[in-house]
């Protein structure tokens, strides 16, 4: 049973038809980003608006959402084009709940998607974008194996390119086993730098077709 097309949905497609390049944000906020590390995080999300907002055709493609996690997962931004995107302020505490996380990512991304296509609009391959600092904690084991497995089908089957980045301290063995692409290491803190690569990359694609591979710039804000 398909669901009903939302009036709100309808009107916001019917005002801006582009095709739609989804990007959630998926945020570690556990106890150990407490600090510089919190504070580094949310000029990065400032410096993402900014510079998203200054390229009109991204502005209204690219469409942005955060979940964060610690001992509770939670959507703080539901998606919105990058042009009404207004980041969160984020705290950290907690502990790390990394495996229902990227569950919750990829629901939200599945989700989109459908609603595109009841509403005929276009998208591009959707991007999650994972930064942690550490490895998972607290939840169960099989929570991770399960969202390994699904991360690893969804990306062979080109649902979703998920992108993880590991802070100063992350364990980046782990954090090998559970994506499919290899994770990058951040640099210190430079956050700032990494959300305006982030989005240039998303200004690439989304004047790229929906079909077209295209070349990222390259990361001088990370180590592999």
């Not at 063995?173 to 290899?182: F, N």
Request: net charge negative.
């Amino acid at each position: 049973m398909t669901n009903p097309v939302r009036l709100e949905d309808a009107v916001e497609f019917a005002e801006n038809p582009e095709p739609r390049c989804a990007c959630v944000l998926l945020l570690d906020t556990s106890g150990s980003m407490q600090g510089e590390a919190v504070e580094a995080l949310n000029q990065g999300l400032a410096a993402f608006k900014s510079d998203l907002a200054k390229d009109p055709l991204a502005s209204r493609r690219v469409e942005v959402a955060i979940i964060t996690f610690d001992n509770e997962v939670r959507v703080a931004q539901d998606f919105v084009t990058a042009d009404q995107f207004e980041p969160p302020k984020l705290t950290a505490q907690g502990q790390t709940y990394m495996g229902t996380a990227i569950q919750k990512a990829l629901d939200m991304v599945q989700a989109r998607k459908a609603t595109y296509r009841q509403n005929g609009v276009a998208y591009y391959r959707p991007w999650v974008f994972m930064i942690t600092d550490g490895e998972p904690q607290g939840e169960a084991e099989a929570a991770i194996q399960q969202a390994t497995a699904r991360l690893k089908a969804d990306e062979v089957n080109k649902r979703v390119a998920f992108f993880a980045v590991g802070v100063e301290g992350a364990n980046m063995e782990k954090l090998a086993e559970i994506v499919t692409r290899a994770p990058v290491k951040l640099m210190g803190l430079n956050f700032v730098e990494m959300f305006v690569w982030l989005s240039k990359s998303m200004e690439a694609v989304s004047q790229s077709r929906t079909d077209e591979q295209i070349a990222l710039p390259p990361p001088g804000w990370a180590s592999v």
